[in-house]
């Protein structure tokens, strides 16, 4: 049954990470077949804005490496932005070359992460994304700027509001289009995230260029989407099948099951374009090629058997 809330978008735009984000964890290389046939699967289930692979030195995430491989495989693919992660110039060089616009960057909100996925502080990995952002700005592209641990940090424990919007707004002075509010280890409750959104709204970070990406570790992630989209909020991050971590951050678990937060807004009366039954189905079948099951609720309860071993 829809019964919509009062304050909530019309639509909600879903920025699909399952391939990059969520994939980017397996320990087994996935074939490169498997994720383009996944990617081209989610876009026939309605999604728009599928995050294609990463551009990283193939040493730190060997999953991706194939990214030169795997993006012209998705050619044909129309009405569908397909952004890819870059680290530095060497990155965004490879992207361009075959023809991407739409670059993430992704920096953290604390040092220890900085430290542990870049190699570098706060401030030295602003300095290193400056010329990337302006060089894809140049090539006429869209940029996202990702930051990690806005709410809580495994080695740094709670992330002060400050802190994170002084980094959220350097990003936004770089020249990003969009900033993605990363909860990384999935500590966020509704009120924080509410808290953080206000406080960056007072900074001049307007919500029409935010997006949240929530983790599910304590169970939160529907309950801190909901609270950002009573706040205005209508970018949301998710992985079908609620694939993802991060291999930085170890107690990092999966992100939020595109499915879920399908299932939660179709009941809500919020658009978002998404078929449920062809995506779900989807993740079903990726479950399968990965051998094993699901841990979306959604999927599980719409689809019984794939629960099974």
């Known amino acids: 049954m829809v019964v919509p809330a009062r304050d909530l978008p019309a639509s909600v735009r879903i920025h699909e990470v ?13 074939p490169t077949e498997i994720k383009a046939e996944f990617i081209h699967r989610l876009a026939q289930a309605g999604l728009t804005t599928i995050e294609a692979t990463s551009f990283v030195h193939p040493k730190w995430v060997p999953q991706l490496a194939d990214a030169e491989r795997l993006f012209p495989m998705l050619d044909g693919l129309q009405g569908v932005a397909l952004p890819v992660l870059v680290p530095n110039e060497r990155g965004l060089d490879r992207a361009l070359a075959l023809g991407a616009d739409r670059i993430a960057v992704f920096a953290s909100a604390t040092e220890s992460f900085a430290k542990a996925n870049l190699n570098r502080t706060v401030d030295e990995s602003l300095q290193m994304f400056a010329p990337v952002v302006a060089r894809a700005k140049e090539q006429g592209g869209h940029v996202r700027g990702y930051l990690s641990m806005c709410f809580g940090d495994p080695w740094e424990g709670a992330v002060p509001v400050h802190q994170v919007v002084r ?36 900074e001049g970070v307007p919500t029409s260029a935010i997006g949240v990406h929530f983790h599910d570790t304590y169970g939160q992630a529907l309950s801190n989407t909901f609270a950002a989209l009573q706040h205005g909020v209508r970018t949301v991050d998710a992985s079908a099948g609620g694939l993802g971590g991060c291999p930085y951050a170890k107690s990092a678990t999966g992100n939020l099951a595109t499915e879920d937060l399908v299932w939660m807004l179709q009941g809500l009366g919020v658009d978002t374009g998404v078929d449920l039954g062809r995506l779900t189905a989807t993740s079903v079948w990726l479950a399968e090629q990965l051998g094993r099951p699901s841990p979306s609720r959604t999927v599980r309860a719409l689809s019984p058997d794939s629960h099974k071993e």
């Open 18 to 30: 399952g391939a990059r984000d969520g994939l980017q964890n397996e320990k087994a290389v996935v």
């Open 167 to 202: 980094v959220a707004k350097s990003l936004m002075d770089l020249g990003c289009d969009e900033l993605s509010l990363g909860d990384t280890i999935g500590v966020a409750t509704p009120a924080h995230v509410r808290s953080l959104l206000a406080a960056l709204n007072e």
